[in-house]
């Protein structure tokens, strides 16, 4: 199988193991390295209550870690020759997932390998590659 | 220290109507004002090393803005530049739409910390509407150094 556009989808406990892993994954197909990070309202909103902070704060935190991560995974694929296009967007992570592989005509997913995954795996309509 | 955009862009570094029509001639024009301000010591250097990049990808982060950035030794420190167009330019935007506010961000290569943080808020600030609005209407440098100051927190 072809894989020419991958979609690696972020969210904000995403490790910098998961950005080298799509990298070399990508290097290794030749393939576009498209990057998407999530963030949700619900996790925004459970995490403020957790932590007694105001939503707004932990919006703007979670937010400037998600454009941190994308621009270090940007770096790392400059320097291996990879291409990439990064992207960030608030809203339910099944949804804006779905979307952008419509959007840009995903052949796979990449995923952290973990159980909150599996709502993705199960609704998917292209391969999942869980990193 | 939390980083602020304000303090790195200088009043020197805007360009309010920008006379290229095209990605790679907008930023042989950025990089030459910046040159002959002497904020930038090399400026082939500094032109390759964004070329490399936007071969690799798309700066138009979509909603008329574009962020070309750059790693390189070209540069002494962190700096911001910032040109605005029109007409609007194709930087193969994400949303195909065309550019008409653009910031040019470098770092030596040894400052990838700053480097990623300046990006990071940078791209953070320009995702609010009513900052691109007020980037767009803007009159003059000042303004533009003012709107900037006013809108990160």
Not at chain 2, 8 to 25: P, Q
Not at chain 2, 80 to 99: L, V, W
Not at chain 2, 100 to 105: A, D, E, G, T, V
Not at chain 2, 132 to 150: G, Q, T, W, Y
Request: hydrophobic letters at 45%; aromatic letters at 6%.
């Amino acid at each position: 199988m072809d894989f020419k556009k991958f979609l690696l989808v972020l969210t904000e406990d995403a490790d910098q193991s998961i950005l080298t892993d799509a990298v070399q994954l990508c290097k290794d197909f030749k393939s576009k390295l498209y990057v998407l990070f999530v963030i949700e309202p619900n996790r925004v909103s459970r995490l403020a209550s957790l932590t007694h902070q105001k939503v707004k704060v932990v919006h703007k935190k979670t937010e400037e870690d998600g454009w941190k991560l994308l621009y270090l995974l940007e770096d790392e694929a400059v320097e291996n020759g990879v291409w990439t296009s990064l992207h960030l967007e608030d809203g339910n992570q099944l949804k804006v997932t779905n979307r952008y592989v419509d959007a840009y005509e995903i052949d796979a997913l990449l995923i952290k390998r973990k159980e909150e995954s599996k709502k993705i795996f199960v609704s998917s309509s292209i391969p999942i590659i869980g990193l | 220290m939390e980083l602020k955009i304000s303090e790195y862009l200088k009043l020197e570094a805007i360009i309010m109507d920008i006379k290229a029509k095209e990605k790679i001639a907008a930023i042989d024009e950025l990089v030459e004002h910046m040159v002959a301000k002497k904020l930038v010591r090399d400026g082939k250097a500094f032109i390759k090393a964004l070329a490399k990049r936007e071969n690799l990808e798309s700066t138009g982060i979509g909603d008329g803005i574009a962020i070309p950035h750059a790693r390189t030794d070209a540069v002494q420190d962190l700096i911001f530049a910032f040109a605005r167009s029109p007409e609007g330019i194709d930087f193969s935007s994400i949303d195909g739409k065309p550019s008409h506010i653009i910031f040019l961000i470098a770092s030596p290569e040894g400052k990838k910390s700053e480097y990623i943080m300046a990006l990071a808020k940078l791209s953070r600030l320009l995702r609010k509407h009513p900052v691109r609005e007020l980037l767009r209407d803007a009159k003059n440098p000042k303004e533009i150094m003012e709107i900037i100051r006013k809108n990160e927190e």
